[in-house]
């Protein structure tokens, strides 16, 4: 998928320039964005996403142009599925039925196609035993699988995920990420606001470096690992990988 | 096991049924103890016989109680229901409306509202009949609470919530359908049950301008054999008979929706 971003930035109403004039272009098939803290990586991804639209600038994917328009940008959303830091699914209904909820009400499944592709994807994701809990009942990592199961369920092109694994502990990280490995392998694309560099460089074919709102490198994820450009990023990856992955 | 251990609890035991039922039969023996060598100091001597004379009267009053209940917390309901609404208002006027209704409602007593809506708003504008008065009143004294409950809920949805229905293609009336009402109901009712319970017994308050409800019944039948202790003692069960039920199944539904958390 190419994805191009033209003049981006974003001001929200205190004043505060969360992103500044972001363009690049980049095919890829799995895009990281990584960066310290507070940057605007999420602010990035949620434009993306369309739940928030730019102060100005462009954002085009596979060559068509973003609308921000509420009556476009809900079709925009129903193409994409979206996996929240945390706290994303629906506390009142239980797994099963957080996958079935868009299928049904969105993409016009009939009960029985929806509930036959839900038990498959959590059958596929090992989640069987739970698809009648709740999300307060299913542990952080189960949330997050849940999650994307719910996300994937309806065929996006692209699949967004904002620090899907940062509110879990190593153990739990790696069942995530080895299923977002699988999906990626069934072909699906994916953008995705990380902290966890070994996922960035071995999984993901591209990554962006965002700083302060400012976009300070960009490119092939490999190369950006063995020889950053920018002293930023050389500074920022001393201290992520100061211990190794 | 040690009998203490029936009467003591561990920090991490489990209550048997036996220990709960042994338990609430001396703690209730307890209570109706006090009140029995209470009236064993005045030497009064309980005769409910005279109630069996009233039963008609008092089958009326009781239906009356319930009727007045259930008309008042379907129209206090949906006033709460759209003071919660009005208070989320853009248009500030309303929404400080809202505000105002609920500070006076909530802030003074009923027994002033039933006074100055009967007397003086009621006769300005023709509202003789006692019941509707009644009411009337009734609701909005309550629908001041149940507003602050609903909004309660609505505030405890949370953000994310909204972005998550955002994210996967809800419209705004799909989101307001399908996420923010079923979560609102699951976390507001049972206090709207508890509420409800509230409402039985501040309906006796309306015997005041003389609704000839279950209170004001006992006040009529009792004025006239001077059977005061005991007319009060049954009028005490009879809410208690509408009041218990409504406690457990307010227990029950806070049980079982302990789970949103």
């Known amino acids: 998928m190419r994805i191009e971003l033209a003049g981006v930035t974003k001001i929200f109403t205190d004043e505060k320039k969360v992103l500044d004039n972001i363009s690049f272009i980049e095919d890829f098939k799995a895009l990281a964005i990584i960066g310290p803290s507070g940057g605007g990586k999420s602010t990035l991804l949620r434009i993306i996403g369309g739940l928030i639209s730019p102060t100005t600038g462009d954002v085009f994917l596979d060559g068509n142009k973003i609308i921000f328009d509420e009556r476009y940008l809900i079709q925009h959303r129903r193409q994409i599925g979206f996996v929240f830091q945390a706290k994303g699914l629906f506390n009142h209904l239980n797994a099963q039925q957080n996958v079935m909820l868009p299928l049904v009400n969105v993409h016009g499944y009939t009960k029985a196609d929806a509930q036959k592709i839900a038990n498959r994807l959590l059958a596929r994701f090992g989640l069987s035993a739970d698809k009648h809990k709740f999300p307060n009942e299913l542990s952080g990592g189960q949330q997050q699988r849940v999650a994307i199961v719910r996300a994937v369920a309806v065929k996006p092109k692209l699949l967004l995920l904002d620090e899907p694994t940062s ?33 960035a460089k071995k999984a993901c074919d591209k990554l962006i470096f965002i700083v302060n709102g400012r976009l300070a490198e960009y490119g092939d994820s490999e190369r950006l690992f063995i020889r950053p450009h920018t002293a930023e990023l050389a500074s920022f990856l001393n201290r992520v990988l100061e211990w190794g992955i | 096991m040690a009998l203490y251990r029936v009467f003591i609890k ?5 209550i048997t049924l036996l220990q709960k039922f042994l338990n609430i039969v001396i703690a209730v023996a307890l209570f109706l103890l006090f009140f029995f060598f209470s009236a064993k100091r005045l030497s009064i001597n309980f005769d409910f016989s005279f109630l069996w004379t009233f039963r008609y009267r008092l089958i009326q009053g009781f239906a009356t109680t319930v009727e007045l209940s259930l008309v008042s917390l379907i129209l206090s309901l949906l006033l709460g229901f759209l003071s919660a609404m009005a208070n989320n208002s853009r248009i500030l006027a309303i929404s400080y409306f809202s505000k105002v209704y609920v500070q006076f409602f909530r802030g003074t007593p009923m027994i002033m509202q039933i006074y100055l809506f009967f007397y003086i708003v009621g006769t300005a504008w023709g509202v003789d009949n006692r019941f509707l008065a009644g009411v009337l009143i009734l609701s909005l004294f309550e629908g001041a609470y149940i507003a602050e409950i609903i909004r309660g809920g609505i505030d405890s949805i949370e953000p994310t919530q909204l972005e998550a229905a955002k994210a996967v293609g809800l419209e705004a009336g799909q989101t307001l359908r399908l996420v923010v009402l079923p979560q609102i109901i699951k976390r507001t009712l049972p206090a709207l049950a508890g509420q409800f319970a509230s409402i039985i017994k501040d309906s006796s308050l309306l015997s005041l301008i003389s609704v000839i409800e279950l209170t004001q019944t006992i006040r009529e039948i009792s004025a006239s054999n001077f059977a005061i202790f005991e007319s009060y003692i049954f009028l005490g069960l009879l809410y208690l008979s509408l009041t218990f039920p409504i406690s457990m199944y307010t227990r029950y539904l806070e049980g079982k929706f302990s789970y949103e958390n």
């Open chain 2, 10 to 14: 561990g920090t991490n035991d489990k």
């Open chain 1, 167 to 199: 509110a879990l502990d190593p153990e739990l990280t790696g069942e995530v990420l080895a299923m977002l490995n699988e999906l990626r392998y069934d072909g699906l694309n994916i953008i995705l606001v990380t902290h966890e560099m070994g996922f």
